[in-house]
Nanobody, 116 residues
Framework: QLHLVESGGGLVQPGGSLRLSCADSKATSLSFYTVKWYRQSPGEQRELVAG???????DYAHFARDRFTISRDPAKKTVYLQMDELNPENTAAYYCNAVIGDFTYWGQGTQVTVSP
């Protein structure tokens, strides 16, 4: 069973960058999991930001394409979401999700606030 922990959120000015991290608290490798980042703003549904398949494929929501990058570091057993050129519309809680077979795991989320 995974216990996903996200980190790297915070307050950033428009145009700035953040790198979010997702790892299991017990250092379980995520290599065989499909890992995705979602975001949720108050009053809104949770929506997909980016995904990384266990085979190396990646996909992005339209708003994330060209500015966000999802990547894996197998040695650190961590999945990252690099977010560049942030704007206030990117303000949300960001959640890591990992899926393998019939099992789905969520982290507690990390808050990203983009404000002058």
């Amino acid at each position: 069973q995974l216990h996903l922990v996200e980190s790297g959120g915070g307050l950033v000015q428009p145009g700035g960058s953040l790198r979010l991290s997702c790892a299991d608290s017990k250092a379980t490798s995520l290599s065989f999991y499909t890992v995705k980042w979602y975001r949720q703003s108050p009053g809104e549904q949770r929506e997909l930001v980016a995904g990384s398949g266990s085979g190396g494929s990646t996909d992005y929501a339209h708003f994330a394409r060209d500015r966000f990058t999802i990547s894996r570091d197998p040695a650190k057993k961590t999945v990252y979401l690099q977010m560049d050129e942030l704007n206030p519309e990117n303000t949300a809680a960001y959640y890591c999700n990992a899926v393998i077979g019939d099992f789905t795991y969520w982290g507690q989320g990390t808050q990203v606030t983009v404000s002058p």
